[in-house]
């Protein structure tokens, strides 16, 4: 049974900084490229940042230079540091770890920027 687990999430100040995790279980977790995704209310389902089975991330533009994804495949887990937080980053953050011919999301992780 594959689980992608989230944590991490909660309410911060709009410049604060948040680190997610995603734990994985029920996969070879090295072999997958690793993914955050955020949704807004309202709003359509939007990659934040991948990084793939040899470690090299991207990231949406909007993103670029504030967040950073990490993973580490002893542990199973992968990390999405989001610093200079904006109130328009408020979204449930997803992981989604995808193969060739399919992919699993978590239940996703709330994280508001508000003051």
């Known amino acids: 049974q594959v689980q992608l687990v989230e944590s991490g999430g909660g309410l911060v100040q709009p410049g604060g900084s948040l680190r997610l995790s995603c734990a994985a279980s029920?996969?070879?977790?090295?072999?997958?490229?690793m993914a955050w995704y955020r949704q807004a209310p309202g709003k359509q389902r939007e990659l934040v940042a991948q990084?793939?089975?040899?470690?090299?991330?991207n990231y949406a533009d909007s993103v670029k230079e504030r967040f950073t994804i990490s993973r580490d495949n002893a542990k199973n887990t992968v990390y999405l540091q989001m610093n200079s937080l904006k109130p328009e980053e408020t979204a449930v953050y997803y992981c989604?770890?995808?193969?060739?011919?399919?992919?699993?999301w978590g239940q996703g992780t709330q994280v508001t920027v508000s003051s």
């Open positions: 029920g996969i070879i977790f090295r072999l997958y490229t």
């Open positions: 989604n770890a995808k193969i060739v011919g399919g992919g699993y």
């Open positions: 990084i793939t089975s040899g470690g090299s991330g």
